[in-house]
């Protein structure tokens, strides 16, 4: 038999579960639709860049405006700023943060 503690962890793990899924997939879906966009407005005779860029672990995207977290974790500014919203805590080891925790990243050569 299940005490109402077990049914309140499993709960609210399933409800934050869910909470990130549904954040990611607007930050996907958000930064696909910015992509076609800006691919549409592209100059298909434009030489193309070699360098390699960060990728976010959130939108799986070339990393914009790098911002880490004080668990030192780093994703785009708008990706993190969204995921604080919504699930309060680091998606990667779900400490918990808020929007005075996070820090812009200047790395030098970052596409």
Request: net charge positive.
């Amino acid at each position: 038999m299940l005490v109402d503690s077990q049914i309140w962890d499993r709960s609210s793990l399933a409800f934050w579960h869910l909470c990130r899924l549904f954040v990611l997939w607007q930050i996907w879906l958000t930064r696909n639709l910015q992509r076609e966009e800006s691919d549409a407005n592209k100059d298909p005779f434009r030489e193309q860049s070699n360098e390699v860029g960060f990728t976010c672990a959130i939108c799986l995207d070339t990393m914009k405006e790098a911002t880490s977290t004080v668990c030192g974790h780093i994703f785009c500014r708008c990706c993190i700023s969204e995921v604080i919203k919504a699930c309060k805590s680091c998606p990667t080891c779900r400490k918990k943060l808020n929007s005075s925790l996070i820090h812009r990243v200047y790395i030098e050569n970052m596409i």
